[in-house]
């Protein structure tokens, strides 16, 4: 005769993403049910064979495959124990203990339905399951910076061309742990510059997600400047082009600032003849 759960004990539980700071470690959730087996001579209480399993479905919903990806990473949270009964029937304890920031992934109020199917089998061939329902429900996470150097730097010279112009560029990393935000670029104003407002160069700038599921982003920075904003620079001349950036979390109104800071050095130009005309 195959184990038989019997009525009652818990199957679902509720974990919420802790709110603001990623890396935040959500409170565990924990149930237990009993069953029992009609043949005495399975004893998983007494030493006989309880052997038990599980393995996780995910819900879909709106999530998207890098979260489902996340999702199922939360198999390992799931754990389960065997507590004995007085002779052939016991207790299954269950536990869901996501680690530090395993849930960052979700976004404010997205929602996620992890269904852990717990087996129980007698060792002679008979086994029953029943499923543990956990429900998630994400926070949002404020955005936090990257690996890479939250002040941008860049140094360019005075092309020698006319008609020339001068350019480099540059990247900034910075981390959304909701994977579905989308951090835009709200404003870039001209800083504290050496440069005369007349001679500053322009800055474009662009953002995009990284490869690897966990929220890293690139800004990436262009900038250009032309000779006849340069010209008037001398050999050994060296001033300073500064612009801010500042990058917005739509779902939070919370933002990162960039300073970018190019050098400009400038060079020195040959003395130009000029006709006179006689008196």
Known sequence: DAPVITAGGTDTGIVSEPLGTPGALPVA???????????????PGSGGAAILGSSLSVTPGSLTA??????????SAFSISLAGGATNDGTINWSFAPAAGALDFLR????????????????HGGSTT?????SLTGTNDV????????????????PGDATATVSTTGT????????????????????????????????TQA??????????????WTYENSHANLNYLGDGDSLTDVFNIRVLDQASGGFLNFPVTITVHGTNDAPVLSAVTPA
């Open 29 to 43: 959730v924990n149930g237990s049910f009993a069953f029992t087996d009609a043949d005495h001579s399975d004893l």
């Open 66 to 75: 890098a979260q489902i990806t996340a999702a199922n990473l939360l198999s």
């Open 108 to 123: 404010e109020a997205q929602t996620a339905n992890l269904v852990f199917t717990v087996t129980i089998a007698d060792g």
């Open 207 to 220: 953002i995009t997600s990284g490869p690897d599921g966990s929220g890293l982003r690139t800004l990436t």
């Open 130 to 134: 029943r499923d543990v329902t956990i």
């Open 172 to 203: 900034v990393d910075f981390r959304d742990a909701d994977l579905t935000d989308n951090p835009v670029i709200v404003t870039r104003n001209n800083g504290t510059s050496t440069l005369p407002a007349g001679n500053t160069g322009t800055l």
């Open 143 to 158: 955005i936090t910076h990257g690996a890479a150097a939250d002040n941008a730097v860049g140094d360019v010279t005075e």
